[in-house]
C-alpha cells in the first residue's frame, strides 16, 4: 500500500528551543534576508514556532506551537495554481515545482497557514557559506513560492536505503529534519496508513487536533494539546 | 542501488506514468515530476565533539565531496574534498542520544565564515586598530618562541600568563603540562557560562565542585529557581530529552513543574506554575517550603553535610515561617503552604537553580538554601532526583576545577605584571562591565597572542593572531561533567580537512614547547594532539565500557568510529566526603547597586537563546533565527512590562536608554506581559564592536553598564545587582517574526 506521510506535534512535550528552525534551514538550504528584508515580514522560515501569550502578570501563561505545511488533503493551495506547479503527491504531500512556478502567489493567498514563502531575492551566500549548501535540495531563485517538503529528499533517501537493503521502511525511519533533530521528542513522523505507526497511534489520541480543522483542509499534521497539570493524575 | 540503475528505473515509471497520462491528457503536466531532482547524495557521517557549551554533546557530521577554494602549500587553489553539510546528534552519544540544539546545527557556520581569519596574522597598526597582515607560520612561531626563551632568560617565566574559555579533556591537559613545565602559573578561565557559585555550593553541600544533573525522565515534582534548563543551561539537550519523557513517557504520570524568575525564560514559559519573587529572594523560598516540610514532618528531617551548611535547620528553620517568607519574597504564605504539600505528596521531586538566583550577591546562600531543599526532598543521588555525572577512570580526564578565574586574577591586579598572554577561546573585553576596563588593562601587556578564529574585541587587542582550525577541521576530546548517568569520554578525528591556513591550537602549542626545548618539550614529548590522545585514550581499553576489543590497534580506531568511550550504565550515588571548611549561611538580603529612588529598576541581563554569552553571534542562522518568547530577529531588545511603559509613557518600538550608575546602552523597548513590575531584561549577546560582518555594529551588550558587584564568598560577578532608569530617546524598528507573517503594509507604501 502507498504511503500517506504524516506528522503528530505533541505541544505537551515542545519546549520552544528552536531546534527544528535551524534543523529546516541548514537541511533546506533556506537563505537568510538580512534585517532590513525582514523587517519587511521577507524572512523564509519553512517551519516557525508561534508563541501565545495568556493572562497578565503575574498569571501569565505561554503556549509554544510549531507551525509547518499542514500537507492537506484537502489543500487550498493546490487548485488555484495556474501552472500545476502546486500538486497533490501520491504520497499525500502538498508538492511544488519550483520549475513550473511563475510566482502569482495565488497559492500564499490560499493557504491558511501561511506557510508558503515568497522568494524576493536570487538566493545570495557570502563566500565560501556556500559549501554549506545541501545539494540534495535544488535553491529557488527570484520570483518563484517555496514551502516545507516534509524533507521528500530525506524520505526518498531512506525509501532507496530500504529497497536496496530488501526490507520495508521501519516506522519511524523517514523522518523530516525538524523531527530527527527535536530533543523533546514534541515531533514525530511516519505513515499515517499504517494503523500501527508511532504517528497514527498519536493521531488518535484523545488529545489531538487539526490546525483550523474546520475548514476541511484534513491536514496530515495532528496537534496534540498540551495537558493542565491537576493534583489526581498520577 | 547503482545510480544507473535507479535513472533506468525512474525512466521507466517516468514512461508509464506517460503512457497512462496519453489516456487522460489533462493528468499528463500534473503528474509528471522530475524525478532526476529527487536521487538523494550518498553520504558518509563522521562522528564529532560539540564545543559551542560546556555540555559537550556527540555530533554526526554529514560530509560530501564538493569543490572548495583552499590554502595548501601557502597557494590558493580549487580541489575537491569533503565537506560537512549538516550537524545532528549523535545517535548513541549518552548526553544528547542524536538530538541537537538550534546552536548546535548553527555550528557548521563557523566553519564556512567569510570573516574566519585565514592565516596567521601580525598586528600592523596602533593597538585596536584592527589592522593586521598575514605572516607565515613559521615566522609567527619563531617571534612567539622567542619571547617566551627571553622570559625564562630573564627568569620571569612566571610573567607568562593564559587566558581560555573552560578547557575540559586533553585540551585542558595539554595547556596544563605546558603552562607548569613552562614553570608560568595555572591557565585563568574565563567563561560567562560556567555557574562558579552553583559547583562551589555542590562543594560544600555534597563534597563535588561540579555542575549537577537531573533525572528529570523519573521525577515527579520539579521546582526551578530562575534555571533555563530547556534553552542555555547546564545541558539543555539532555534536559530537554527527559523533560519530554516527563510530560508524556509515562502514560498517567505528568509530573508537575514549576519555574520561580522574574522574567519568564523559554524554560518558565512551559511551566505549569509561574513565580515571580523579590528578585534575589529564592534561597528565603526554598527554605519557606522546607520549613513547611520540616514542622509538618512531610519527610523525615534530614541531617547531613547539606542540611547543617544552614543556619537554623536543626531548629526546623524557625525564621523561615510561611508568613516570614512571604515578607521577604512577596510570595503569599498560603502559596507556599500548598506547594511544599504538593511536593511531598509527588515524590520524587528535585529542585533546580541556575542562572539570575546565582548572580546576586548572596547566590551562594541561594544556592546552599535549594541544595538543603533537594536533601530534604531525599532527591540526592536517587532516581528521580539530582545526581553528579560518573567520571572516566582515566586519572588525566582533566577538569578546570584547579584553574584560576580570570575576574579574580584581574580585579586582585595580578594580572598587571604580565609580559605575555596567550588567549584561547575567550572574549573577556566583551562580556565584561566596563568599570572592569579589561582593555585598558590587556593594553598594558607588551605581548599578546591570540588562538582565535576571529577577530573578536579581545583577538583585536593581540600583536599575532594564530588562527585555530574550527572545531570541525580538528581533533576533538572532551569530557561532560553533566548531563548523563555514564562516564563519556568524547572522542572525534576531524571530520574535514582545513580550508585556510590555519592550525590546531595545541599543535601550535605542542610545536612552540619543542622549539622552546627544555622542561617544556620533555613535558610534551608527542608529536601531535592525535599522538597525545591516542596515548590518553589507551588505559580505557581495559575500563569497564562498551565491548572492548583486544588490541589497541582496533580500539582506537572504535573509539573513533562511535565518537568516544562510554562507560556502561551506572548511577553513582554523590559523594559525601565533607570539605575541610565550614560555613554556616543565614538570608541575607541581596545588595544591588544604585538607590531605588533614581534607578528604579534590576536589571536583568540574561544568555541569549541564540547567541549565548554572545560566542555566537557571528552565525547569521542564529541572527535570523526568531528568539522563541519575543520573536526578534538581529536585533536586540529591552523588555519591560506593559504596565511599567505605561507608567513611563514609552511604548513598544521606542528607543530606550537604560542608565546604571556605571555607563548607559540604547536600544529598542519591547512590551513583554512575562516580567515583573520592577525588572527590565535585556538577553546577552549583541553589540559586538568587532565580530565579523553579521555580528559587528548590531545592538547594544547589557554587560557594559553593569555594576562591578561581587557574590559574597566566591567573588564571581554579580551580575543581577545592578539598578538602572529607562527613558525614551527616540524612535526604533525591531524585527519581529510574530504579529502576521504578511509583507508590512509600510513596505508597500514606500514602493
Redesign the interface.
Known sequence: MAHRWGMAV?L??C?????C???C???NNIP????DQ??????I?WI????Y?E????D???K?QPVLCQQCNNAPCEPVCPT?AS?H?DEGLN?Q?Y?RCIGTRYCANACSY?VRFFNFFNPAW???????????V?LRQVGIMEKCTFC???I??AE?RA??EKRELRDGEPAP?CV???????LVFGDLNDPESEVSRLARSRRGVKLLGELGTQPNVTYLQR???N?N?? | ?ERRD?LKVSVLTGATAALSGCEKPAHT??RF??EE?????VATWKPSVCTLCPAGCGLMVRV?P?E??VVRNGKLGTIQMG???????NPNHPV?W??????G??G??IT???DRVRSPLKRSGPRGSGSFQPVTWEESIREVVSKLQELQSQNQSESLRFVSACLRGQRHELVRKFLSAFGAPAAMVFDPLDEPVLRQANLLSFGQADMPSFDLAHT?YVISFGADF??TWNS??AQ??A??EM??GRP???A??VQVEQR?S??G??A?????PRAGTEGAMALGLAHVILKEKLRPAADNKATRLIAGWSQGLAEYSPEQVERKTGVPAQRIQRLAH?MA??LPAVAIIGGLPLAHTNGLFNALAVNALNTLLGSVGMPGGLFFTPQPPSENAGSWSSESDFASVLLAGKLDGTKVLLLHNANPVFATPAVWKVRETLDRIPFIVSFGSFVDETSQLADLILPDHSPLESWLHDVPKSGTNQAVVSLAAPAMLP?HDTRAMPDTLLEIAHQIGGEAAKALPWENFQEMLQASMAPLRTADGINPPPDPEKFWSKVQEQGGWWSDKVRQAARSAIPQKQLVTEFAPPQFDGEESSFPFHFQPYVS?AFLDGSLAHL???????D??S?V???TWVEI???TAQKLAIEQDDLVEVRSQHGKLLAPLLV??????DVVAMPMGQGHESFG?YASG?GANPMTILAPMQVAETGSLAWASTRVQVSKVGKA???L??G?????P??LQQR
Open positions: 505533541d505537551d512535550r519546549t520552544g528551543c528552536e531546534a528552525v535551524v534543523a534551514r541548514a537541511e537568510s534576508v538580512g534585517e525582514a523587517q519587511k515580514g521577507r524572512a522560515h516557525r514556532v508561534e508563541r501569550y493572562g497578565e502578570f503575574p501569565v501563561r505561554v509554544f500545476y500538486y503527491t508538492g515545482v520549475n501561511t557570502d563566500k565560501p557559506l556556500h559549501l554549506q549548501l545541501n545539494p540534495d535544488s521528500v529528499q530525506r526518498k533517501s532507496i529497497k536496496e529534519a530527527q533533530s527535536c530533543p523533546p521528542r514534541a495537558n493542565e497539570w493534583d493524575n498520577t | 542501488m535507479f503536466l500534473v515530476i522530475p531532482d529527487l536521487i538523494p547524495s560530501l564538493g572548495a577554494e565537506l560537512a553539510k549538516k550537524l545532528e546528534g544528547n542524536g538530538k541537537l540544539c538550534a546552536r546545527q548553527a557548521l557556520q564556512y565564515h567569510p515527579g530547556l534553552g539543555p539537550v530537554s530529552i523533560y519530554g510530560r508524556q498517567g504520570n505528568r508537575k513543574f519568564m523559554q524554560t514559559a512551559n505549569d506554575e509561574w513565580i515571580a504538593e505528596a509527588h580550508l537563546q547569521p542562522w542564529m541572527q535570523e533565527m526568531p522563541a518568547l520573536t530577529m538581529w536585533g512590562n506593559p504596565k513583554s506581559p512575562g516580567i515583573a513590575f560582518r548590531r524598528k525591531l524585527a517574526f510574530s502576521g507573517l504578511f509583507e508590512r509600510s513596505e
